[in-house]
């Protein structure tokens, strides 16, 4: 029997609505169920006490999460005040200055850090950069040693997503730039860097999220301290440490107010993500809508 | 190959005013010679066009002054070429300056995604001239003298990119003139756009050549005759590439070319 083939269109039609539809099916439930287990402690602590509570007593029932907000946005911040300046340097090697011979074998050794697993990068921060740290004070464990382990984590993101931007700009704007008596280096400053914008902006969400959201390696080079940190040297935990240590024996309002780090988390990383688009749009709409 | 050298240089016509000059240039990309033992003399203040069939060598002859085939890796020029009697390939000549000297525009119009003003002034503050006034200045001068001031004075904070291919290509001609260059190359710049606009920029050239002195490269046999005073014509034949056939007063050219190719070719018989 041959099937018409107007039902074979809608047999494709419905697989792919289907498809498509349990995936935000799945990002839903997810949000409700964390939302739902988190929602007791904000009832129970209240909002405000639960952000901006500087102790974190489990046992007293004291749930202030500022120690741990301190400690992510600390460590991301860190991480990308490196990592931006570094990985777009480096994609401007790889994009512009680097002869093919030496790209084509740094580009995939960029691409193979994205694939290390984070445990190793926590790995090579326990056994390396914290002893180094420990050198300048503390214990080294802290959120100095957390920034330079980030630093190396988000590094490849930023400097490869950046580079097929570079790359992407149309060679005509390059020949345009080098006829007019630009040198080489006002070239890439003035006319290639900023048409890549948009691309290296999208690099540093990326990377950003990564360093937000980063919870092996940080959990084993940051220290996961519960006291306030109060300079580089200091160990810290992160909102992501945070659940990760303790979940395996939370309880109750403990349990609850670990998802109800998880919300804090999700709407940290929505805001983060948010504001750079935002950036973003704002300075290249008004060339974007004439490019076809 | 002796023939066709002694045959080039014989017909070269008598000039006094010599602004740039190629002698025995040879052009290799990799193995493949793009250009082979060019000679000519091109006059100041007039318009020269270079003409032949896709493929023959023109836009590396004309790459060639502004040395852009420095940026495809793998070249190599032998022989002279010259600007104002001296040799532009020398070691001692930097490239930045000998490029604010000799101006080009692409065949695809390049702004770059910036205002008006932006793309204008982007020479000239590359050059260190930062005072606000003077580049103002500038933007006015220019725009007038490629006629698109009328058009865009009101508008200069926009993208340049919103403008009508002819538009931008206009604004790309005046952002050459603000770096005040002595030579302008125009890289077939007629070629992505429509008959009025094509138009417009053959009479801006025309009024750019008392100041300036123009290169062009076309496939636009009427074009070549209505513009340029002095025409070059180039050749290949199979996989022999970049011959000059024949260079000569425009009027000569078209109306008595000396030789046969050049003659079948202006005629339409091939190409």
């Not at chain 1, 900023?194 to 084993?220: D, F, H, K």
């Not at chain 2, 076309?218 to 005759?225: F, G, L, P, S």
Request: charged fraction near 20%; glycine fraction near 6%; proline fraction near 5%.
């Amino acid at each position: 029997m041959k099937i018409p083939h107007h039902l074979t269109d809608k047999f494709a039609k419905y697989t792919v609505l289907v498809c498509a539809a349990s995936s935000v099916i799945i990002l839903a439930a997810i949000t409700v169920f964390i939302v739902l287990q988190g929602m007791p402690t904000f009832q129970k602590v209240g909002v405000f006490d639960f952000l901006f509570g500087t102790e974190w007593r489990p046992t007293y029932d004291k749930y202030g999460i500022l120690a741990m907000i301190v400690g992510s946005t600390a460590v991301t911040i860190g991480a990308l005040a490196q990592a931006i300046p570094l990985g777009i340097a480096c994609a401007i090697l790889l994009a512009e200055v680097a002869p093919n011979r030496i790209r084509s074998f740094l580009r995939p050794a960029v691409e193979l850090l994205v694939g290390i697993p984070s445990v190793i990068y926590g790995l090579i921060g326990m056994v390396l950069i914290v002893p180094a740290v420990r050198h300048i004070g503390g214990s080294g464990f802290s959120i100095l040693a957390a920034c330079l382990v980030l630093t190396a984590m988000v590094l490849p993101t930023i400097i490869s997503i950046s580079e097929d931007s570079i790359r992407a700009v149309p060679h005509a704007y390059k020949e345009g730039a080098l006829a007019l008596g630009a040198t080489r280096w006002q070239t890439i400053s003035r006319v290639l860097l900023p048409s890549a914008r948009s691309g290296i902006i999208a690099s540093i969400v990326l990377g950003m999220g990564r360093a937000v959201g980063e919870t092996m390696a940080m959990i084993m080079v940051i220290g996961n301290a519960i006291a306030f940190p109060k300079s580089p040297l200091d160990p810290a935990r992160t909102l992501t440490g945070n659940i990760a240590v303790e979940i395996n024996y939370a309880t109750g309002t403990h349990e609850s107010a670990l998802f109800a780090t998880g919300i804090v988390l999700l709407i940290f990383i929505i805001v983060l993500n948010t504001i750079t688009t935002v950036v973003l749009r704002r300075g290249i709409q008004k060339h974007a809508e004439h490019l076809t | 190959m002796e023939v066709t050298l002694n045959k080039n240089i014989e017909s070269l016509p008598y000039l006094d005013n010599v602004k740039l000059r190629t002698r025995m240039a040879n052009l290799y990309y990799n193995k493949f010679q793009a250009l082979r033992n060019v000679t000519l003399e091109i006059p100041s203040h007039a318009i020269t066009a270079i003409i032949g069939p896709s493929g023959c060598g023109k836009s590396s002859l004309l790459r060639l002054f502004n040395r852009m085939n420095d940026l495809i890796p793998n070249t190599r020029v032998t022989g002279d070429i010259e600007l104002d009697g001296k040799n532009i390939y020398e070691k001692s000549i930097d490239v930045v300056d000998l490029r604010k000297r000799v101006g080009m525009v692409f065949q695809k119009p390049n702004p770059f995604p910036m205002s008006i003003y932006d793309n204008i002034v982007f020479g000239p503050k590359q050059h260190g001239r930062t005072n606000r006034n003077e580049l103002n200045k500038i933007v006015e001068n220019v725009l007038r003298k490629s006629a698109l001031w009328d058009e865009v004075k009101d508008k200069l904070e926009q993208s340049a990119l919103a403008l009508s291919g002819g538009q931008q290509q206009r604004l790309c001609i005046a952002r050459v003139l603000a770096v005040e260059p002595e030579v302008i190359l125009m890289d077939e710049p007629c070629s992505a756009l429509d008959p009025v606009a094509t138009l417009k920029i053959e009479d801006l050239m025309r009024t750019l050549r008392e100041i300036y002195t123009i290169v062009i490269v076309t496939h636009n046999m009427q074009q070549a005759a209505r513009v340029s005073d002095m025409a070059a014509f180039m050749m290949m034949a199979g996989d022999r590439a970049g011959e000059l056939v024949e260079y000569g007063h425009t009027s000569q050219i078209f109306t008595n070319p000396r030789d046969k190719r050049t003659e079948d070719y202006i005629t339409g018989r091939f190409g």
